[in-house]
């Protein structure tokens, strides 16, 4: 299995509600990552795990909270979200050398309203 | 501040022509050098890593040390090669952060 699964691929949630993305590999890989991208725009880190332990949080407000339960899976909770919150939310995982790339998930869209 | 530019937001050719994406890089140390590709309803993908000196899909990218650049070229561009392009630089060693650049959206016309 050589692929980033993102769970679901589309999601619409009123700014009251509580939902959770999921990302899923099975590649071994150590790293795992969120990053949010919006419309003609790159891809902006948002949190990084290594080892399961949340590395880097690149000062994301605190409605969105990520979550590692093991080496396979990578959760992002959203809760009391803003309409401008609405983005594609890709995941990634990487081997821990640097000289790798990333592999990328297909992405969640996702529509606040 | 560490930062990657690419200067192009459209880079517009013919079939056949070549093309230059410019991507230019200001980071202290040595950082590995990435060029990742989105095509239309597709995810991204990793296109070349400087390390391994590789041609994929008949692009190459040099780095340029001096001039600090990491620029993507192809001698003959295909239509097929439409697509959003983006350089990032990733610093350090172990899992840190992947950084984009603001990306060149390539225009191949028949």
């Known amino acids: 299995d050589t692929e980033v699964t993102q769970t679901p691929k589309h999601l619409v949630m009123g700014m009251t509600n509580k939902k959770s993305l999921k990302c899923e590999q099975h590649?071994?890989?150590?790293?795992m990552y969120w990053y949010k991208q919006k419309a003609k725009k790159p891809p902006e880190l948002m949190f990084v795990?290594?080892?399961?332990?949340?590395?880097i949080n690149e000062s994301v407000p605190s409605r969105f909270s990520p979550e590692c339960p093991n080496s396979s899976l990578l959760n992002l909770h959203l809760h009391a979200l803003q309409p401008e919150d609405s983005a594609l939310y890709l995941c990634?995982?990487?081997?821990?050398?640097?000289?790798?790339?990333?592999?990328f998930g297909s992405g969640t869209r996702l529509t606040v309203v | 501040a560490q930062r990657v530019t690419q200067p192009e937001k459209l880079l517009s050719v013919f079939k056949g022509a070549p093309v230059e994406l410019k991507c230019n890089y200001s980071y202290s140390g040595s950082p590995e050098l990435f060029w990742y590709v989105q095509y239309s309803r597709q995810r991204l993908q990793l296109l070349l890593r400087h390390i391994s000196r590789e041609s994929i899909k008949g692009f190459t990218a040099d780095l340029n040390k001096g001039e600090t650049s990491f620029h993507l070229k192809k001698p003959f561009a295909q239509e097929e090669d439409s697509a959003m392009y983006y350089c990032a630089p990733r610093e350090g060693t172990g899992f840190q952060k992947l950084v984009f650049g603001t990306g060149t959206r390539l225009l191949v016309s028949p």
């Open positions: 990634a995982s990487s081997q821990d050398r640097p000289e790798y790339g990333y592999t």
């Open positions: 590649m071994g890989h150590r790293a």
């Open positions: 795990y290594s080892y399961e332990k949340l590395s």
